[in-house]
């Protein structure tokens, strides 16, 4: 199993906040997006429950970003 999300294209999630000085965000892209918790992203469940594309503030871990 990759620990890279292929979502990483497209998601505005990773776009918004990966160049970000937040630690709070380098630790979630580093343990979610490219990571072991690749396959318990809270985004990819939102998509798939809702069928539209989640809001970029919402975090893979599911809190959303002030």
């Known amino acids: 199993m990759s620990n890279e999300c292929g979502n990483l294209p497209v998601c505005g999630y990773f776009k918004k906040y990966s160049g970000a000085d937040a630690d ?6 580093k343990t979610y997006c490219q990571g072991p918790r690749c396959g318990l992203c809270e985004r990819e469940v939102y998509r798939k429950t809702h069928n539209v594309t989640p809001p970029d503030e919402l975090m893979p871990h599911g809190a959303m970003a002030a």
């Open 24 to 29: 709070a965000h380098l630790v979630c892209i």
